[in-house]
């Protein structure tokens, strides 16, 4: 089974940009979906952004359209998460799934059944 492991998280200030990158452990993103969900302290998870590893299909939450850019990296077998812009609302733990959603269920986080451990992103003055 493939395992994500998410990296490139941190503290930034507001308008900065950051990287966040997802590599897969144990086999490829190959026939997988990966995508890009957040929480925030006292929030429930919500997700952000998806990409369909074989055809490229993409959904982006409407906060984060304009400002995130998803993309795969075949060669280094990664997805990663672009963020421009940053807002101090956009501080939480981010975390890289992996699943085999339809285009419908892009969004849902119940069609992710492989989740990496997190990483941190602090957006603050």
């Known amino acids: 089974q493939v395992q994500p492991v998410e990296s490139g998280g941190g503290l930034v200030q507001p308008g900065d940009s950051l990287r966040l990158s997802c590599a897969a452990s144990?086999?490829?993103?190959?026939?997988?979906?990966v995508g890009w969900f957040r929480q925030a302290p006292g929030k429930e998870r919500e997700f952000v952004a998806t990409i369909r590893w074989s055809g490229g299909n993409l959904a982006y939450a409407d906060s984060v359209k304009g400002r995130f850019t998803i993309s795969r990296d075949f060669a280094g077998n990664t997805v990663s998460l672009e963020m421009s812009s940053l807002k101090p609302e956009d501080t939480a733990v981010y975390y890289c799934a992996v699943g085999r959603p339809i285009v419908s269920e892009f969004r849902n986080e119940r069609a992710y059944y492989h989740w990496g451990q997190g990483t941190q992103v602090t957006v603050s003055s």
């Open positions: 144990g086999r490829t993103f190959d026939g997988y979906s």
